[in-house]
């Protein structure tokens, strides 16, 4: 009997201690996690400093290729932001997007109005007119004003009447301030 009694009592020190340690834990406060923040700042930062670096000082980025060589300029004056009007060799473009496919450097008389005779570029037009009601509502939202500004990025071999047919065309889409693009550098005969 001697020896049963000792582990009837190791088993009674063990209930009390378990019990004990069952008591603590009910009484110790619950912590909510904790959300590291400092890991996400500085995935945000990170992010930040590439859309930063990606975007540029320059609101517009004007590329030349084959079919666009810019006309020269010795002076120097950045960008606004504005709808960009690209005529190439080939096609007409509204922010990078073509509108309109050039024969011999002219607009094809289907694509215009009025036919041969016309100024105004259906296509042109139709999206012009997609970008200003675009741009008021965003004028609207911001409580800004519609500028009606258009950047035009010509070929230096571009037809003039080809330039006076997006002009047209620009203007009858309630775009009415123009600036000209050229490329800074050394004047070519």
Request: overall charge neutral; cysteine-free.
């Amino acid at each position: 009997m001697n020896s049963q009694q000792p582990d009837n009592e190791v088993d009674a020190l063990w209930l009390e201690k378990r019990k004990a340690a069952k008591a603590k834990r009910k009484q110790r406060a619950i912590e909510p996690p904790v959300l590291m923040i400092t890991s996400l700042m500085d995935a945000f930062t990170i992010i930040l400093v590439f859309l930063l670096k990606s975007f540029g000082a320059d609101p517009v980025q004007i590329r030349e290729s084959d079919d666009l060589r810019l006309p020269r300029t010795t002076s120097s004056k950045n960008l606004e932001d504005a709808v960009v009007i690209s005529i190439s060799s080939k096609a007409i473009q509204v922010d990078d997007r073509k509108v309109a496919d050039l024969r011999n450097g002219m607009v094809d008389e289907s694509l215009k109005r009025d036919g041969a005779d016309g100024l105004l570029i259906n296509p042109l037009y139709d999206q012009l007119k997609e970008k200003v009601q675009h741009l008021k509502m965003v004028a609207a939202r911001t409580g800004s004003e519609f500028k009606g500004k258009a950047l035009i990025v010509g070929d230096k071999g571009t037809n003039y009447r080809v330039i006076t047919e997006v002009l047209y065309t620009a203007g009858q889409a309630e775009f009415n301030n123009f600036l000209f693009v050229a490329a800074e550098g050394k004047l070519e005969p």
